[in-house]
């Protein structure tokens, strides 16, 4: 009889051969809810036994003790954040290193986009110093929360001014910059107000990839440690069908390229301009990334102190300890 396995992911288009059955396996029975918002905690929780989760939170389970979680190094959202910095049509605002002594928003301080947003402007000289921080909600659809999640500090990063939507804040002047991973509704309109702070944000983003060699993983697949430790093998096979499940999904949008006018010609630059391997799952493929993730964690004052990818990642997507790979 297959292992149940309730696992909770955001509702990525890739993973739809999952979701249907398309990809299974004899030994897994995996039961897939999409969420709009991510668990909190799938260690803790009663629903889920893995889950995609916040590569920024699972750095802050590792480092608090807390093993309740093993993190599989398959990072099933990816991306480049230059596009996400957001300001008015009208700003003068062109390049990264013009944020330097800006009032910048941010929609979590510790979210894991917005610290890879940071490292790609501190790679331009504006460090975290160099900014006023504003953590606030996008717009006023977004509830009010803690976005500063313990890490403000009075005249350098603090709450939205008055938990005001910081659409709002950007269009009055009041911010000059916003960092988000989703554009607010009507931002595709062609009378928006706002747009890219990078005209070319693309070959920002490929230039930033030459010198780095990844494209950053902002969030990972996450399991419970016991469920781990009773069944060694469902790292391995989780992480697969996962893999299969994208790859499958690839195949069928090159087929059917016509969702968009232009897809045909984004898939075809994805070919020419990444290598191939540039998502593999996996810890050696993905060391240099998890090394430089936490390096901006600490640098940034997120953890206190530096942790190494083999801290971060016991296991590999085999189930094998990392140590015993290496």
């Given amino acids: ?71 599989i190094p398959n990072f099933i959202m990816r991306g480049f954040r230059h596009r996400c910095i957001v300001t008015t049509k009208d700003s003068k605002l062109r390049e990264l290193g013009d944020l330097a002594g800006k009032r910048i928003g941010v929609t979590g301080w510790r979210d894991s986009g917005n610290t890879w947003t940071r490292a790609a402007i501190r790679r331009e000289g504006v ?42 804040l950007l269009t009055e002047g009041v911010l000059d910059a916003i960092f988000t991973p989703f554009m607010p509704e009507g931002y595709f309109a062609s009378g928006s107000p706002f747009r890219q702070l990078l005209s070319d944000f693309r070959g920002a983003e490929r230039r930033y990839f030459d010198q780095v060699g990844y494209v950053p993983g902002m969030h990972l697949i996450g399991i419970k440690s016991v469920i781990a430790a009773e069944h060694p093998w469902v790292i391995e096979e989780l992480s697969r069908l996962v893999d299969e499940s994208q790859r499958m999904w690839l195949a069928k949008r090159r087929k059917y390229a016509e969702t968009t006018p232009f897809m045909f010609d984004e898939l075809l630059k994805c070919a020419a301009e990444l290598p191939q391997g540039w998502d593999a799952s996996g810890f050696a493929p993905n060391r240099k990334m998890i090394a430089d993730f936490a390096g901006e964690l600490h640098a940034q004052g997120i953890l206190p102190r530096l942790m190494t990818p083999e801290e971060l990642f016991p296991l590999d997507i085999d189930g094998k300890p990392i140590a015993a790979a290496a």
Avoid: C, N
């Avoid at 995996?30 to 918002?37: A, L, N, P, S």
């Avoid at 260690?43 to 889920?48: E, L, M, V």
């Avoid at 953590?135 to 009075?154: K, M, N, Q, S, W």
């Fill in 1 to 71: 009889m297959p292992l149940m396995l309730r696992l909770a992911l955001r509702d990525w288009d890739y993973m739809t051969p999952l979701v249907l059955g398309d990809v299974s396996s004899p030994r897994l029975d995996i039961k897939v809810d999409r969420v709009g918002t991510l668990i909190s905690h799938v260690g803790r929780s009663k629903d889920y036994d893995a889950a995609e989760m916040s590569f920024s939170r699972y750095t802050q389970l590792r480092i608090d003790g807390d093993d309740s979680v093993t993190g």
């Fill in 127 to 168: 460090e975290v110093e160099d900014a006023r921080w504003y953590a606030g909600r996008l717009t006023e659809a977004h509830p009010i929360v803690d976005r500063l999640d313990g890490f403000g500090r009075p005249g350098r990063i603090e709450a939205a001014p008055g938990e005001r939507a910081m659409v709002e």
